[in-house]
């Protein structure tokens, strides 16, 4: 079945200590999203690309990057982590960004930090 | 941006239909309205998206009236796998992605 795919499910890494979480689909959309959502609270758009062109939510620090080689594969960095950046991280996509089209989301990944 | 305004929890039964309204005083001519499902640990699900009138799938039907302020999502029967938080998104055009609202806790009791 067509899919988005996250991995790692959960991921433990150290205050400060680099980490990158990766986003795989097999739908071939546009769009790919990376949301980070914080316990009881609604997902946060951090950024998301359409096709190659990179867009940044204004609000999302400089220490979340992310990085998409091809259609199918997207990655988010976290240069730096601090306690306040645990939480689930979600990956979605979408065939296009205008008019609300669906969102297709992953499992999620859980980040703890150390 | 068109901002959302949600209940922050209902309760229901098994069995009992649920009505969701969702404000959004601002919407734009171009906006579509979409609401989400989400279950503990998982990302968000599409439930049903709409622009005006009423839209009907198999989970859900969407109400929305002609000034297109405040729509209603309407799960029929609910049962106790559809106790999960509820999303109302209102779509903005252009560039930027669907910001996700505050979401209505749903719990169903037996």
């Known amino acids: 079945d067509a899919m988005v795919i996250q991995n790692p499910r959960y991921q433990v890494t150290q205050f400060g200590k680099p980490v990158t979480l990766s986003c795989s689909q097999t739908?071939?959309?546009?769009?790919m999203y990376w949301y980070q959502q914080k316990s009881s609270q609604a997902p946060k758009l951090l950024f998301h690309?359409?096709?190659?062109?990179?867009?940044n939510e204004a609000d999302t620090p400089d220490n979340f990057q992310s990085r998409r080689p091809n259609t199918s594969f997207c990655f988010l960095d976290i240069r730096s982590p601090g306690l306040g950046d645990a939480a689930m991280y979600l990956c979605?996509?979408?065939?296009?960004?205008?008019?609300?089209?669906?969102?297709?989301f992953g499992p999620g990944t859980r980040l703890t930090v150390t | 941006l068109a901002k959302t305004t949600q209940p922050i929890s209902m309760d229901s039964y098994e069995g009992q239909e649920v009505n969701i309204t969702c404000s959004h005083n601002?919407?734009?001519?171009?906006?579509?309205i979409t609401w989400y499902q989400q279950f503990p640990s998982q990302g968000p699900r599409f439930i049903i998206q709409g622009y005006k009138t009423k839209v009907t799938n198999e989970v859900a039907s969407l109400f929305i009236p002609a000034d297109r302020k405040s729509s209603t999502l309407s799960l029929p029967r609910v049962s106790l796998s559809d106790t999960a938080v509820y999303y109302c998104?209102?779509?903005?055009?252009?560039?930027?992605?669907?910001?996700f609202g505050s979401g209505t806790r749903l719990q169903v009791q037996p």
């Open positions: 998104l209102v779509g903005d055009t252009g560039r930027r992605a669907l910001t």
């Open positions: 601002n919407i734009a001519t171009n906006d579509y």
């Open positions: 690309y359409y096709d190659k062109d990179f867009n």
């Open positions: 979605a996509t979408s065939i296009d960004r205008d008019r609300g089209y669906e969102q297709y």
């Open positions: 739908l071939n959309h546009n769009v």
